[in-house]
């Protein structure tokens, strides 16, 4: 090879390392979701929008659908110790339950509060916001119900929405108006308090805003370490992030502003999981959309429906469960979820 043949395959291979990637089609590929005729390895609807997402991406695994049925699916959670995701159809005012062994769904609990978000606190306690009663509530281990919150300064929340535990036993919640908009997820009433985000103290059960700075807030998250938390807010159709200190927030800012791959159309983040990496996972038109820590968008998994909500699970916390409107879907990664969920 001449120096100058050297030097052409040279420029080609840094124009291709540089050049933005391929469009993306937010379509996703035609599929039997039955089984009956499996989908071709790699999965071709886990794309790598950016050479950083394909260290996350296991070439010999398919996206599964491991039920359908639901109205509108969301909040699920993984129980380490039952070996179990569970997970709400809010329309139904029901809790369903996959389990591990069998991949049996049941119905874990009906009625269920209209529970939208669920999460499960370090002593294995389910925690659920419940639009129906407008509050937090805890499942206790015999069986009885402890209302962590449904009231601020006097007033009514509006509609929890989604929920984390920090290691300290706190527990921060999202309070938008979604649940009380009408009588579908929720009885129709009329806002009491501004939409925010708060805080509850594991031990007094007192209930501190940490932020209102947000028009409709829903999906929340720490980062690996607790040091940030992210918020996505629907009514602005954009995700924030603040610095956590002392369990106040502080420097908030935007952290990414979503469209849809391929299009441009708007989009944005209902439900966010972060992983040990720090990217944030979460579901956005047109299924599911990784970002990382630095803002970038390097990834996205495509679904046939809207993905309301994610969660890392599995003994390993290295499967992706994701509840997408009428379905609940998983693929496994070579990731692992940051903290339990």
Request: overall charge neutral; proline content about 8%.
């Amino acid at each position: 090879m001449n120096r100058r043949s050297f030097i052409g395959l040279a420029a080609v291979a840094a124009t291709a390392q540089t050049s933005a990637p391929p469009p993306v089609s937010p379509v996703p590929t035609p599929r039997d979701w039955t089984n009956t005729n499996p989908v071709q390895y790699p999965d071709p609807d886990v794309i790598a929008l950016d050479p950083k997402f394909r260290r996350y991406m296991i070439g010999n695994t398919a996206m599964k659908r491991l039920y359908v049925g639901t109205s509108w699916a969301e909040g699920p959670a993984w129980n380490g110790a039952g070996k179990f995701l569970v997970w709400s159809d809010i329309p139904a005012n029901t809790q369903l339950r996959w389990i591990e062994d069998d991949s049996r769904v049941t119905t874990f609990r009906n009625p269920a509060g209209y529970s939208n978000g669920n999460t499960f606190d370090y002593e294995g306690r389910q925690i659920s916001c419940e639009h129906g009663g407008r509050r937090i509530v805890r499942y206790e281990i015999n069986g009885t119900i402890t209302v962590l919150a449904d009231k601020f300064e006097g007033k009514r929340l509006n509609s929890p929405n989604d929920v984390v535990v920090h290691p300290d036993g706190g527990i921060w919640f999202t309070d938008p108006p979604y649940g009380i908009n009408g009588n579908y997820e929720g009885y129709q009433a009329p806002k009491e308090v501004k939409e925010a985000v708060y805080r509850i103290d594991p031990k007094t059960l007192q209930i501190t805003k940490v932020t209102d700075e947000v028009v409709a807030p829903n999906g929340l998250c720490f980062s690996p370490d607790y040091k940030r938390l992210y918020v996505a807010d629907t009514g602005a159709r954009e995700t924030k992030v603040w610095e956590v200190a002392d369990n106040k927030l502080t420097a908030g800012k935007l952290f990414i502003k979503l469209d849809v791959p391929g299009t441009g159309a708007p989009s944005g983040f209902d439900g966010i999981r972060c992983d040990v990496d720090g990217n944030v996972w979460g579901g956005a038109r047109p299924g599911v959309q990784i970002i990382a820590p630095s803002g970038e968008r390097i990834g996205v998994i495509r679904l046939p429906e809207n993905c309301s909500n994610v969660c890392f699970g599995g003994p390993r916390r290295n499967r992706l469960f994701m509840t997408a409107s009428q379905s609940l879907y998983a693929i496994h990664v070579q990731t692992m979820g940051a903290h339990i969920c």
